[in-house]
Each structure stands twice: as structure tokens, then as C-alpha cells.
């Protein structure tokens, strides 16, 4: 596997910016949900260039799949978190859809890194 810098996948560089939406938008969510709804949608936004950059640093294909996987899974949380934010009125329309928008690219960037690293390996 190559040693290329986890920093260095377009991947998890989206991944970051995600992040960091999630943080700003949730900056203004009430403040009864600090450990509810905001902690949860920050933890599982860090969560995804997290895993991505754990899964690098991993000696083969099959165990950066691993850790790809769980990053997938941690990303799915965050959309329907996002969705439910924005049921509840937390997040504008507007808002929702960047955000996303913007989890659906890196979602299709992490597939097609799986799909690249099982062809890899057959």
C-alpha cells in the first residue's frame, strides 16, 4: 500500500471541511442540546476524516477498507442527524442541503476509494 500522507486523499480533505461546517452550523443549535443533538453530530463528523486517517496509517488494503467502512458508517449518522436537525427547525433548508450535499460527496469519494482498493486487491 502506498505511504502517501493520509492529508493527502482529496477524501478525507472533503471529510475535513465537513467537519467544520458541522461545527459552525451547530454553534447556533439551543443550547439544550449541547450533549444531545450538537455532540452527537460533532463526533460523528469528526469521525469520518478520523477514520480515514487512522485507516492510512494501517499496513494493508483490507484493514484502510476496514476503517473506510466505519467512516461510511459514521457519515450515514451524521446525514440522518442532519435530517433531523433540520426536522426539527435547528438547520434552515438551505442549510441541510449543503450540508448534504457535501456528506453525499465525500460518501460517493469513500465508495469509490472501497471499490479502488478491493479491485486492488482481487
Not at 459514521?74 to 456528506?103: C, P, W
Amino acid at each position: 500500500m502506498s505511504q502517501s500522507a493520509f492529508s493527502d486523499l482529496r477524501v478525507w480533505q472533503s471529510a475535513m471541511e465537513l467537519a467544520l461546517q458541522i461545527y459552525r452550523e451547530t454553534s447556533n443549535f439551543p443550547r439544550s442540546e449541547t450533549y444531545g443533538l450538537t455532540q452527537q453530530m460533532r463526533r460523528a463528523a469528526v469521525s469520518v476524516p478520523s477514520n480515514i486517517a487512522e485507516g492510512k496509517g494501517r499496513r494493508t488494503s483490507k484493514d484502510f477498507s476496514q476503517f473506510l467502512f466505519q467512516a461510511r458508517g459514521s457519515l450515514l449518522e451524521l446525514q440522518t442527524q442532519t435530517m433531523i436537525a433540520k426536522r426539527l427547525g435547528y438547520l434552515g433548508d438551505e442549510q441541510a442541503n449543503v450540508l448534504l450535499k457535501a456528506a453525499a460527496e465525500v460518501g460517493k469519494s469513500l465508495a469509490g476509494l472501497i471499490n479502488s482498493l478491493a479491485a486492488s486487491a482481487a
